[in-house]
């Protein structure tokens, strides 16, 4: 069978299916949507992580498609149904990158609750040394909401409770008994907007998730919130935050993830990438690197090494 390995993934993967597929690997950045669609004909099994799209068009194109891995959690590029409807198998690494995401959470949580980067810029850029410039306050006693109580919820909750943080979460699939073994109180979205400290987002983008922080939503807050956006950009409505950071109807926004991700995948480079948001001194954003250590890549890799030999071991 013949294999492509697409995009920078845990290099032991190639390592370990060496003897037992053909292997092409592209590494380093994935390939554009035209560059796998030239290519995926001749190939069984396809690893990558999330870019570029699979569509109707790849699909189609993939003759002798079988299984496509995905080095991640997400699936929302890959036409599921569509890919179900020809008999192609998908297998994502669900859970193996939450403590990435989870500890970058709380990391975004204290530089914002400490002003760090601030800090950091003033010294080093300003040559300023003003202690009293940065008065910053602390995460013990203070309420985080967590939007999403999967395994990443789980995590950052797990983590929270070693600052004394209280902790409530939302979660529309979970009973409240759920949350009340893991420690945490169930609460509506409405019920936790003007309560929290820090609202952390870990929910799908979604119809319904679409745009679920906008300018109402954001006038619910509590006064001084920080909102923190660690899934999927879109979530958040970009406009509607800067106008409410600019006004200082809200404490901070950190993010993760942007909305020019949905319509620009993969890395960016140049000079395209605008934001009004970027002129907030109380906004803090990083590429979308929830995932990027080489803990959650090794994890990931060691799980995908495992669901391939599992489908060799299948008569075909």
């Known amino acids: 069978m013949k294999c492509l390995i697409t995009d920078e993934v845990y290099e032991g993967i190639a390592e370990a299916l060496k003897d037992e597929l053909e292997l092409t690997v592209t590494g380093g950045m994935p390939l554009s949507h035209e560059e796998l669609l030239d290519r995926i004909g001749e ?25 496509i ?14 890919a179900k409807e020809k008999g192609i198998l998908v297998r994502n690494a669900t859970g193996l990158n939450a403590n990435a995401v989870a500890e970058l959470t709380i990391t975004m949580m204290l530089n914002m609750s400490r ?7 003033d010294v080093k850029v300003h040559h ?20 999403g109580f999967g395994q990443i919820g789980h995590r950052v909750a797990e983590l929270a409770k070693a600052f004394q943080m209280d902790i409530v979460a ?15 109180r169930g609460m509506s979205v409405e019920e936790i907007l003007p309560i929290a400290d820090f609202i952390s987002i870990h929910v799908p983008l979604t119809p319904r998730t679409k745009h679920m922080f906008n300018r109402e939503t ?12 660690m899934s999927r950009g879109g979530i958040v409505c970009e406009e509607d935050m800067y106008e409410a950071l600019q006004e200082g109807r809200i404490g901070g926004y950190a993010a993760d993830v942007m909305e020019y991700e949905v319509d620009h995948p993969g890395v960016i480079l140049d000079d395209s990438l ?15 690197i ?20 599992e489908f060799l071991s299948i008569p075909q």
């Open 69 to 82: 891995c995905v080095c991640a959690v997400g699936t929302n590029h890959i036409d599921m149904d569509y």
């Open 218 to 229: 954001i006038s619910k807050m509590k006064d001084g919130a920080v909102l923190l956006n």
């Open 170 to 184: 939302f979660d529309p699939n979970l009973s409240p008994e759920h949350f009340e073994a893991a420690g945490v």
């Open 128 to 147: 300023n040394w003003d202690k009293y410039a940065f008065m910053g306050r602390e995460l013990r006693g203070k309420t985080l909401g967590l939007l």
């Open 274 to 288: 605008r934001s009004p948001l970027f002129e907030c001194e109380n906004f803090l954003v990083t590429p979308h």
């Open 43 to 67: 190939y069984d099994i396809l690893i990558m992580r999330v870019f570029p799209n699979i569509d109707r068009v790849i699909l189609d194109a993939a003759k002798n498609l079988k299984m």
């Open 115 to 121: 002003d760090t980067i601030a800090a950091d810029l």
């Open 290 to 309: 929830g995932a990027e250590t080489k803990d959650a890549a090794r994890d990931i890799g060691v799980y995908i090494i495992k669901v391939v030999k």
